[in-house]
């Protein structure tokens, strides 16, 4: 139920100069149908995050129902801060999903 801002952002910061580094020539047709290893990286990390989005959504909800059962092993304090981070992480999620939208209108707004 650790969410691990720094390594996070350092793994942004890692994808944003790969992202840089990657030259801006444009491809053969035929090559644009070929998987791109980097994407497939890119959905695969993306799944993890929202795996992880998920799971603390979940420990977040175990934790508030122990509380309303009255179990002695977990504090208010607990359950307030796990539902916390649980609504940080979905607030961070919907604005990577938002960003993603935009850049994709963006895209596809471009004239070929």
Known sequence: MNIKGQALYA???SMATQARSVSAE???VNQL???NPSQ???STLFKDALKTVNNVQVAAGELRSRVEMGDPNVSLVQAMIAA???SLAFEATVQVRNKM???????MSMPV
Do not use: C
């Open 33 to 35: 149908a070929e998987i």
């Open 84 to 86: 916390q981070k649980s």
């Open 26 to 28: 444009m491809k053969p």
């Open 11 to 13: 793994q942004m910061q």
């Open 101 to 107: 939208v935009e850049a994709y209108k963006d895209i």
């Open 40 to 42: 497939s990286e890119f």
